[in-house]
């Protein structure tokens, strides 16, 4: 029996273009009950990052593919197919890398060895929604002579920051800050240059702010104004606006803000023609506010979300989508005095004719630092399986 530990040191979340770095453990427990503990032998083992496009059938209409021939694996075949049994297409793959071959492990013994491989910068995010995804795995597959191959999948999350694909890092090193006490591999000092690039970017696409306003009509009157000071964010900021009713025509009697993604197929891969757009909410505040002057909402973009983003078959989309209720009355006629003596006491009618209506404002969400999006993964670091 061997064990097969593979551990992704900086967490299961990457920006495309980043060095995905993989420690891969395999072990010859030493069982204190076994009396006859023998040294075990691995022919190979090789491992392969690869992203799994699946789409829904009543959603999406897609091109026949050939991909499943390797479905079916014979008993002593070595090919190291990483996709094998899983749903959909593989849309994408680096290519495989051997970590050893003839590998023995005496009782106790462990050998460990580091896989890295640069994430591709033009493929798609991570993204598992009600018509699409799109999954990445590190795969580690390994053989004994004349027994099957097992494959070892490790899911991981890719955040997409257009933008990186088309900056140039400087060739003269000399002018770029570096620590002389440390020795940094060239690969590692440029992820991490591609880190600080983003967070660099994301900082200064998200910071800038300038106000907004909006006016909130129906077809009676002005309700009031929606103001907000910006409109692109991180996932895991908050996306805050203020309401003024104070200057409305049109009392209003309750609001909702809802944080929404809207994903759309492209026409030429849709079903049907003119099929609707999905959509999910990820966060919502509701509030009445019948007499009321101003008031606010604050709504967590989370962190797990996946940024907007477009491919050429489906597009994600962000929104704030509010909903109205006014009254079809004037202000006055939404209280009834309940008493004729000096203590008088106002209460609310017991019907009273509404009017409801929506509005959308677009927003554009960006990615996050991915050591801060890792916390909250529902993907485990480390991921083990026994041969």
């Given at each position: 029996?061997?064990?097969?530990?593979?551990?992704?040191?900086?967490?299961?979340?990457?920006?495309?273009?980043?060095?995905?770095?993989?420690?891969?453990?395999?072990?010859?427990?030493?069982?204190?009950?076994?009396?006859?503990?023998?040294?075990?032998?691995?022919?190979?083992?090789?491992?392969?990052?690869?992203?799994?496009?699946?789409?829904?059938?009543?959603r999406v209409a897609l091109p026949p593919s050939d991909g499943s021939k390797h479905d079916v694996q014979a008993e002593n075949e070595t090919v190291f197919v990483p996709n094998r049994g899983e749903r959909g297409q593989c849309i994408l793959s680096t290519p495989p890398k051997i970590l050893?071959?003839?590998?023995?492990?005496?009782?106790g013994e462990s050998k460990s060895y580091s896989y890295c491989e640069t994430l591709p910068i033009d493929g798609p995010p991570s993204f598992r929604g009600q018509s699409v995804k799109y999954v990445y795995k590190l795969t580690i597959g390994c053989q004994r002579v004349n027994s099957p191959i097992k494959l070892l999948r490790v899911p991981f999350r890719v955040l997409v920051l257009h933008g990186l694909k088309d900056y140039h890092f400087p060739q003269d090193e000399a002018v770029a800050p570096s620590n002389?006490?440390?020795?940094?591999?060239?690969?590692?000092?440029?992820?991490?240059?591609?880190?600080?690039?983003?967070?660099?970017?994301?900082?200064?696409?998200?910071?800038?702010?300038s106000l907004h306003l909006y006016n909130i009509s129906n077809t009676r009157g002005k309700v009031g104004t929606f103001c907000i000071f910006k409109t692109v964010y991180k996932i895991g900021e908050d996306?805050?606006?203020?309401?003024?009713?104070?200057?409305?025509?049109?009392?209003?009697?309750?609001?909702?803000?809802?944080?929404?993604?809207e994903e759309s197929i492209q026409e030429e891969f849709q079903h049907r023609r003119g099929q609707p757009i999905s959509f999910s909410t990820h966060a919502r505040h509701q509030e009445a506010c019948l007499h009321t002057a101003q008031s606010s909402f604050s709504l967590p973009i989370p962190l797990s979300s996946t940024p907007g983003f477009t491919t050429n078959i489906v597009s994600l989309k962000w929104r704030l989508h509010f909903e109205f209720v006014t009254s079809g009355e004037s202000a006055g006629t939404c209280l009834v005095r309940g008493s004729q003596s000096e203590a008088v006491t106002w209460t609310g009618v017991e019907q009273m004719e509404v009017d409801t209506f929506s509005w959308d404002l677009p927003i554009k969400v960006l990615p996050t630092n991915p050591i801060l999006a890792s916390y909250v993964s529902q993907f485990s670091s480390t991921n083990s399986i026994t041969i």
């Open positions: 029996m061997i064990e097969v530990l593979a551990k992704l040191g900086r967490g299961p979340v990457f920006l495309a273009g980043e060095v995905l770095e993989c420690v891969i453990t395999f072990t010859n427990p030493l069982s204190a009950s076994s009396t006859s503990a023998s040294s075990e032998m691995l022919a190979w083992a090789s491992a392969q990052i690869h992203c799994q496009f699946h789409a829904s059938e009543n050893f071959c003839d590998l023995r492990l005496d009782p002389p006490f440390l020795e940094e591999e060239e690969g590692l000092k440029k992820d991490s240059r591609l880190a600080d690039l983003a967070t660099e970017l994301l900082m200064v696409a998200t910071s800038r702010r996306v805050i606006g203020t309401f003024n009713f104070s200057e409305g025509d049109i009392p209003c009697l309750q609001f909702s803000v809802s944080l929404q993604t």
